[in-house]
């Protein structure tokens, strides 16, 4: 797991959906990008600015060719889509599907 070092990157984790991601350090996933790249591989760090780093990384191209990467970064800002793998509990309770929920609305406006 990461490491928050700063009371910034504390407060990022627990007021947006950073947690989410963080939560996926360890498995791997999709993020697809915002120029339709998508990159499959095992999430080995998220830091506080919701940075990717993938180990292992397959990249498909928009000319639809697969790419190799021992290591491969993706910066928030490129971040379209992060696929959660099916197998992923997000909520035990009903009381944090009501607590994402909020978090979803208070980020919208």
């Given at each position: 797991m990461t490491s928050l070092s700063t009371a910034r990157d504390r407060y990022n984790a627990a007021n947006s959906l950073l947690c989410l991601l963080q939560a996926l350090e360890g498995r791997v996933t999709v993020i697809e990008l915002q120029n339709e790249i998508a990159v499959k591989g095992l999430i080995s760090q998220v830091d506080g600015f919701m940075n990717v780093s993938l180990h292992d990384a397959t990249v498909q191209g928009n000319d639809d060719m697969h790419y190799h990467f021992e290591e491969f970064f993706v910066k928030a800002r490129?971040?379209?889509?992060?696929?959660i793998p099916e197998d992923v509990r997000l909520f035990h309770t009903k009381q944090s599907l009501h607590n994402f929920i909020m978090l979803i609305c208070l980020h919208v406006d």
């Open positions: 490129n971040i379209r889509y992060v696929q």
